[in-house]
Structure formats: C-alpha cells, structure tokens
C-alpha cells in the first residue's frame, strides 16, 4: 500500500552542492508533478510530467530540474543548491483523465546552509 | 494568473465547537476546487468539487462550492483533537495536465 515515496526524508546540503530528490509511485499513474511548500505561501508547482520521457516546467522551475525516464520514477535535481531552496518538497500523482485528485508523497525536508 | 485566498489563517477552536473554514478563488476555465487535510506530512485529500450547490459529506466534515461566487467552505461539525491540521484548498483550471493552485492553507488547533 505504498502509493507515492519520496527518498530522502530530511536532508542538509551547503551552498553550491548538488543532489537528487526521488519520487516513485506504485499506481500506474501517468501524471506527475513537484511543489515546493513555504512557510504562509502554500504550495507552488515546480515542475510536471504527463507521461513517461515527458517534462514541462511549472511556477516556480528555476534552479531546479527533473527528468521522467520510467513512468513511476520523477526525478528533482538540485544543481547547484541555494539558501532560497530551503524548503519542504512534496511530490504527487494523478492518473489520466479529467477530475482526478492528486495523491501525495510525505515531502523531503531540505535545508540549505 | 489563477489565485486561490483561504480564510481565516489560523483558528483555535475547543473540542466540539463547529468550525467553518473559507476559500475564494479566481481561476481561468475552471475545472475543480479540492480541499486537502495536511497533518505531519503529506496532503491528504478529502474532496472535490466541480458543481454549484452540491453538497460533499464525509463523516463530520462537508463542504461545497458556489460557482457563481467563486469560492468553497469546509465545515467540521464536533470538532476533535484529531482534526487540528492544515486545511488546504486549491483548484484546476483550463490546462489538461491538472496544474493545482493552491491557498496559503488554514492552520486549526482544536483544545481539549
């Protein structure tokens, strides 16, 4: 009964270092997508995927990006990490089709020194 | 740019007092107006709403939604310690990939 996982948890980077942030999910569904959560500003959308090999880029895309190579794994990738992208991330999914809710992962927790 | 304002941003409340949380929203081509219920980690999702006047009830929670309006209310009747959480709203608009905006989220504490 996994649903969406988000691999790491908690994670602590410094300024200029680089990492991936992994969303896999275990429904067969075809929609993905990243937000980030701050403090007062709700969730904002990163990035998004509506299939396998396919990404777009959401409201907030800079510094930040993704790729879909198998449809139950997206991939965020922090290049060059910054304190503004300390943040909570979460990840969902959705499947295909009109008025499907968005199932989500329980976030990554990432702070930037 | 579609906006979604959640009122109020916090609320205490006692165990058993009703609570009525408010979302206005303003979207191109409106498709849906879901509310998520956020405890530790993950949203959870608790309904959604694409048709005036019709009501969703799940247990003590209920909401609905006024198209002509534009906004939505969740109702908690008897509320509970167990009901303190971020209540978020947001909506889809005209894109077909089912982009969500979301409110800021209203923070409930519910007391023994």
């Known amino acids: 009964n996994a649903g969406v996982t988000q691999t790491p948890k908690f994670r602590v980077l410094k300024t200029g270092q680089s990492m991936t942030l992994l969303c896999a999910q275990d429904?067969?569904?075809?929609?993905m997508y990243w937000y980030r959560q701050d403090p007062g500003m709700g969730l904002r959308l990163i990035h998004y995927s509506v299939g396998e090999g396919t990404t777009a880029k959401g409201e907030v895309p800079d510094g930040y990006n993704v790729s879909r190579l198998k449809k139950q794994n997206f991939l965020l990738g922090l290049e060059s990490a910054a304190p503004s992208q300390t943040s909570v991330y979460f990840c969902?999914?959705?499947?295909?089709?009109?008025?499907?809710?968005?199932?989500f992962g329980d976030g990554t927790r990432l702070s930037i020194l | 740019e579609d906006k979604v304002v959640q009122s109020p941003l916090s609320l205490v409340v006692h165990e058993g007092d009703t609570v009525t949380l408010n979302c206005s929203y303003e979207?191109?081509?409106?498709?849906?107006l879901l509310w998520y219920k956020q405890e530790k980690k993950a949203p959870t999702f608790l309904f959604m709403l694409t048709s005036s006047g019709i009501e969703k009830k799940s247990g003590r929670l209920s909401s609905i939604l006024d198209k002509k309006e534009l906004f939505s209310i969740l109702n908690i009747t008897a509320t509970q310690t167990g009901d303190s959480a971020i209540y978020l709203c947001a909506v889809t608009g005209g894109t077909s990939y089912g982009k969500l905006t979301f409110g800021q989220g209203t923070i409930l504490t519910v007391h023994p």
């Open positions: 969902a999914s959705r499947q295909g089709g009109s008025n499907q809710p968005q199932h």
């Open positions: 979207v191109t081509n409106f498709r849906s």
């Open positions: 429904m067969n569904h075809e929609y």
